[in-house]
Nanobody, 127 residues
């Protein structure tokens, strides 16, 4: 079992930055690929970013086209934490952001690939 808790959301002006944090507890964290998803009112939950799991210091990341170049996903296995640094925020980035964990180490873009989910944190970007 894995427990995930997101934090760092809030209200920010367009063009601003936020860093989301996902704290994990439970099974071995370093070997799990992690993902960030978001869901705006009336929309389906969509992929934002993912980072691979690994027993080494080498990780791979993948991003949705809509956030590529603006968002950066990273992880600190010593702290059992994954981060999503968001810059140049736009009004269309407004959503509830969710952290998710896979059972394996391979990155994933689909919600069905993730076994564990956090409760989400609200990000609101004012234009």
């Amino acid at each position: 079992q894995v427990q995930l808790v997101e934090s760092g959301g809030g209200l920010v002006q367009a063009g601003g930055s936020l860093r989301l944090t996902c704290a994990a507890a439970g099974r071995t964290f370093s070997s799990s690929a992690m993902g960030w998803f978001r869901q705006a009112p009336g929309n389906e939950r969509e992929f934002v970013a993912t980072i691979s799991g690994s027993g080494t210091s080498v990780y791979y990341a993948d991003y949705a086209d809509s956030v590529k170049g603006r968002f950066t996903v990273s992880r600190d296995n010593a702290k059992n934490t994954v981060y999503l640094q968001m810059s140049s925020l736009k009004a269309e980035d407004t959503a509830v952001y969710y952290c998710a964990a896979r059972l394996g180490s391979t990155m994933g873009r689909r919600t069905i690939e993730y076994a564990y989910w956090g409760q989400g944190t609200q990000v609101t970007v004012s234009s």
